[in-house]
Every structure is written in structure tokens, then in C-alpha cells.
């Protein structure tokens, strides 16, 4: 994978999907405390254009603690693309600065741009409305670590199929790696009927607006935040936002060894009497973001572990 | 076969197998009406299709980057190149295994939609219906959403 650009979750074939998986559980053990020297002397141009709390800083802590560096952009608004500088110029620049570079960009399809004008790797951090593929990378190792394999699991994706960034990749990446799916959200927050198709080619995902009827068949919930935005007013948005929120009451239906992810910052999908449970993984699944982007950033930049 | 009803040509270019119904498409986005005469036949019996249209265009060739934005719509046709009212050169419309700078994206929050130094690019998933995705973006685009958006 040395060299390779991250852009969207379909670039990796599942055999490098399960060596990042092999990777990041190693370097999780290898790399306690101090860190270790693998990346010495290589920098990171941490480049979001938008804001971002838990990618940006795992990025930079996976970094770290491999022994390299991160440069960033400290404010989007007063950098050179505020003044007018196309991003395929900044991109150039910092390309030379850098030996990868880490990007999100309010506008779709930027990271791949990034990626025509960098002679260095890029790894997309979202872009728009588009992939988010080292999230969907760490949401599959957190299924992988828990349930020990992907295929034949039984997942339920619940909320907002519509908008949120992490779900269309998300899903996609488990029908080719043999789980089944579960689609469970408000008719007007249902999944773009495009994706569905590409989806359905693999397997049939089973579409469902009430999570209560299909929890008992569930290994894994993932539930995303469901934005008041998307809705024409604040009553109806409270009626669905209610109808899905996740509780010890509606989890004790379902398989005993059932476990909750998200990719936060929830709002109030799960209630936070369920964060002491067994069924928890929420925050795990955030730690796993560091192991996860560790294992990228050694595979892409040519230092195995 | 049939006998057509308009006329030949002298010199110039004959669109033949343009899928019923498109001559129209083809006419815009060559812009055809602006320099050129035309005759246009629709809905033209045809053995290989059942039904076709056909254009041809008094005395003018096909420039390549014409030829890309016909293959949008009509991914099947013929081009013959008309000399002396003889079919001088025949040749099919090719699909190119990429669109390059021929289409807009129909997504405005493409980054090709803003100011940066490239083209739009488009991989061909489908030739029946025509439907290509952006490379950037990977938003689908077919039919009129693509004949609407020939640059």
C-alpha cells in the first residue's frame, strides 16, 4: 500500500481492509506510552477546512505516537484559499512541505482533487457529502475486535441513512465484506435510493422504520445523529429523534451480546444510562480511531509493523 | 427498405442511428442551428433498431470533441462523411473509457463545479441508458441530466 491514496473506502480491496485491521491491533499493544520510532522524520499536513474534533486530533496523535510530525492550517478563514488561492494550488504547496496529507473540505469530491495535485499520499478525511474512508475504517475494526468477523454479522444502521457522511460507506463496506444489513430510519431520512441499489447488488438489506421490531435480530446497532436541520419543524424533529433513541429498556430486547456504536457526537440517539452497560461501544470505537490511523499511515508511507 | 424522404447531401457529415427521439439533443449540442443547414429525419424505420432518427448536415465535419459529446447521446451512431454525395468515410461513434471535459457535473457542490484548474471527468458505468459518474464526486448522471449539462 506504499504510495496508495486514501479517497473512498472502494479503493481498498477487503484482503487490505483485514491487513489494516492486523496492523493497528498490533501497534495498538506495540505502542503504549512513549510511542515508538517508526515514522521519525515524517510530517503530516493536517489540512480541515472544516471543523473536526476526533479526526483531526487522532490523525495528529497517530502521528505522534509513531514519531512523526503534523504541520496544520490553524484557521481555515484566514488562509491562503480565503485570499482567493485555488486548492489545488495549496495543495501543491503543502505537498512539499509534507511526505501526507490529511484532508476535509466542505466541497465533494476535494480530497480526490488533492490527490491529482499532491505527489505524496492523500487520505480523505470527508469531504462534503461524500466518503469519510478512515472512519469507516475504524467502525469496521470495532466490529472485527468485538465480534471477531464481519461476515454473517447482523447490523442495524439507525438514524439519518440520508445525509450522514459516515453511513453511505459504511454500508456499502459491509455488504462486500458478507455482513447483513438492516436499514432503520424515518421515511424522510431513509437512504438515497442510488445507494440502495449499489447495496442491493451484493445482498438485500432489510429496510425497517422501527428499531424496537428489529433489534432481537440484531449483533451491532450503529446509530447516527439525527440534525434537527433536516426537519421543517421542532416538534416533528422531536417526535422521530424520540422514536429512535436508544435505551437500556429498548436494548434489554435484543441479543444479550448486542453492542452500540456511534460515531459521535451523539446529541441524544443513546442515552447516556447506557454508556455504563455492557452493550457500550461508542468510545471504544473512538479510541480505535488511533490504532486505526496509525496502521494507514505506516502502510502508506512504506513502514510496515 | 424504405425510401427516406429528405434529400442527400452534397458534402458534409450524416448522423445515422441516433436512438429515436435525440436528433433533437444531437442538433443542440452540436450547435448545429447556429452555423449550419440541416435535414433532420425522426423516427425512421430502421432494420438494426426498429426505429431511428438521422441528421445530416450540409457541409461540415466533425471535430473529435464533437464526436465525444454525440457518443452522450447517442453512443451507437454512424458518421459518414459525405464527398460528392458518396459516403467518402463511414465510421461508429467510439465510447471513450473516460468523459473528459464534455459534461458538467450536475452536483453543485462538485469541487469540479468550483474555480480549480481541471476538467470535469466521468467513468461510464452504462451505455443503455447512457450513465456516467463523476470521478470526483461520484454522483450518476443519465439521460436528460446529461444532455442538459454538455458543455
Known sequence: MTGRDIISISDLSIEEIFEIFG??????????GRGIDLLKGRVLASLFFEPSTRTRLSFESAM???GGTSISISDPASSSLSKGETLADTIKIIDSYS?????????????????????HPVINAGDGAGQHPTQTLLDLFTMWKEKKEISGLNVGIVGDLRYGRTVHSLAIALVRMGANLFLIS????????HLLRAISVESSPKISNSLERIIPNLDVVYATRIQKERFPDEAEYLKVADSYKINAK??????????????LPRVNEIDSEVDSTKYAKYFDQAKNGVPVRMAILSKILGEEY | MEELKIEKIKEGTVIDHIPKGNA???????????????SIGINVPSSRMGSKDIIKIEGRSLSATEIAKLSMVAPKATINQIRNYKVEIKSNVDLPERVIGIVRCINTRCITRAMEPIKSEFY???????????IYCEIEMNGNMI???II
Open chain 1, 23 to 32: 496492523a493497528a491491533e498490533r501497534l495498538s499493544k506495540a505502542v503504549t
Open chain 1, 64 to 66: 505522534a505516537k509513531l
Open chain 1, 99 to 119: 511526505d501526507v496529507i490529511v484532508i476535509r473540505h466542505p466541497k465533494d469530491g476535494a480530497a480526490k482533487l488533492a490527490s491529482r495535485f499532491a505527489e
Open chain 1, 186 to 193: 424515518p421515511e424522510e431520512l431513509a437512504m438515497p435510493s
Open chain 1, 250 to 263: 429498548l436494548l434489554s430486547k435484543g441479543k444479550e451480546d448486542v453492542i452500540v456504536m456511534h460515531p
Open chain 2, 24 to 38: 433533437i439533443n444531437v442538433i443542440k449540442i452540436l450547435g448545429i442551428c447556429s452555423d449550419s443547414s440541416a
Open chain 2, 124 to 134: 461510464i458505468v452504462a451505455s443503455e441508458p447512457m450513465t456516467i459518474r463523476c
Open chain 2, 147 to 149: 444532455h442538459d449539462n
